[in-house]
């Protein structure tokens, strides 16, 4: 009777389960698709002709590339320096490296405009310089790199520290500088980490709203990216071109889940990653 | 000057590389970090402390936080028994499709903002799919503070779920399994011996996904409504402050976000830490 009744309880449990993930993701995700695909898909590929979505697209593509490559190179040269010595300031430099990741969006923006910003510290400086910062390209890339920030070093930082530096010390003992280290012996070993903490930035980076909405002044065809395109679009009744960019942006999105999840896979570690994932995009 | 204090330590150490990522890294920080973070916490009393203190009893201020946090705490609460069945699912059986849900549930994490804000507001809209159906009912999601609660739980349900299931993996089944043949019921078992040693995974997803709730801005605006005293969110009072080049009331309240989460968040980490104590008394018992 108890073995019935316990899978009774499985079904049940199942269902439920399915029942709370139907309703409150895959019928969102479900209604993109439906929406941006409403008048056809001519209609909805017509509307990636239009100038202002193509210079949506671009400046997302370039912005999203510039966050990934600063953040990638200081994001491994800090998780370097973390993990392979031990000196005063190391945990106050971990709690600075992870601080963006709690801060709200809108701050995330707001703070560059209080540095840069026509009443900011050095906005009327820049803006003499022939060289704005807020409300231009410069700005969204720093609003950008300030919400992608700490991706690279919190993925690679736990690996790092649980591989030790032997291999380190025995190529350094075989004559090799810091960059043959870092290059072949370092980052080999941590590639699937690397990867995933670039896919995540990549991922946040391309999807980042509030900050950027906040210092790009939201000026279509200029300052719009891909996120604030979509904005414009819904206040605009543009639904079937606001969800057509949506779907666009969120494909990208499922995509570099989808490839997370297999690099999981491939190192094995998906236990020790899927908890920290939770806390990874607080 | 900096390196002068912290590098000290490592002088002689042979690795090489130490100077160029521990400079690289401090580099990094501060402008990134440390800089715009001063200006945040200086620009508030640039112009006195009565001007904060006006821009913090503002009754619009006041009304717009309290719609964060009650919506933020409401969301939060109502995402723990969903969140607490699914992680159940995942951590102990296999259910059909387990590995196509498991996959789907970090989805709120990668979908942009403003994708999850205008797909919201269209499913819950007055014509949306489930929108429709709650009219009927003679409710109104859309554009109202159910709809920012709503919003917050698809972005917050991943932080309980990713929370209490790998504590609901790493619990032992063999206490269940005595209960059950000494003859306790369901419901005895789930309550007596599954969800006390839950509670601390509960409250850190709780905490992490209210600390998350309170700074959400792309996912609420579309469907919030925004109507001032009524569905205003607080990080939307940020950016109307701030196109009303009050720069002292937005910072003022970009402030209180910022320092809520980082209480939330630190209480979270000593709750973990206490909880990693825990875990790990017991292995060594």
Redesign the interface.
Known sequence: M?RS?SRL??WV??G???G??L???????V??FT?ALRDGISASLASFSDPDALQAIRLTVVMTILSVIINT??GV??A???S??????RSA?IT??E??I??????AG??????F?????WGDIMLRLGFPVAFAAPGIL?AT??VT?PYVTRTLLPLMEQQG?IS??AA?LLGA??WQ??FRVTLPEARWALLSGILLTT?RA?????AV??VSGHIPGMTETM??H??TL?NGYQ?VA??SM?TL??LM??V???AR?VLEKQSGQK?SS??T?????? | MISA???R??RG??????G???G???L??GL??????T??AL?PWHDGGGAMLAALTDGRTLASLRTTFFCAAAAALLNIP?GV??A???AR?R????RI?D??????????????????A??YGPH???GQIFTLAGLRIAYTKAGIVLAL??VG???I???V??VL?NLPGDAEEAA?LLGAS?SQIVTKIVLPPLLPAVVT?FG?AF??G?????SVI?IAGNRPWVSEIA??L??VR?QE?D?AG??SV?LI??LT??LC?GAVAVLRRRLARMTGEENAA
């Not at chain 1, 910003?117 to 510290?121: E, F, M, P, R």
């Open positions: 108890s009744s309880s499985v449990l199942s439920l389960t399915w709370i993930i309703v409150m993701l895959i019928l969102p995700l209604l993109i929406e190179f200081c040269m800090a370097w320096a973390l392979r010595y031990r000196f005063t300031g430099l600075l490296i601080l963006p709690s801060i709200s969006p809108v701050v707001l703070v560059w405009l209080l540095l910003g026509a009443q900011g510290w720093l790199l300030f920030f530096r380190e010390e350094m500088g810091f280290i870092l991922a391309m999807g980042e709203f509030g909405s906040v996120p604030l979509i904005e819904y639904t606001a969800f949506a942006l969120a999105a499922m570099t889940v989808a999840s236990e899927s908890v994932s939770g806390a990874k995009a607080v | 204090v912290f590098g330590i490592r150490d042979p690795l090489p590389g130490f160029l990522s521990f690289v890294t401090v990094w920080v990134l970090v440390i800089l715009p973070l200006a945040l620009r969903l069945v699914i159940w699912s995942l059986t259910f059909p499709g387990c849900a996959a789907l549930i970090d989805l709120p994490f990668a979908i942009p903002t403003a994708v999850t804000g205008i797909t919201l269209t499913l949306g799919w489930l739980m698809f349900l991943p932080f779920i990713r929370s299931e790998p993996r059950t369901p997803g992490l600390a998350r309170i700074g959400e801005y792309g579309f990080p939307l940020v950016v701030l080049f720069y937005a910072t970009a976000l910022l989460s980082f968040l």
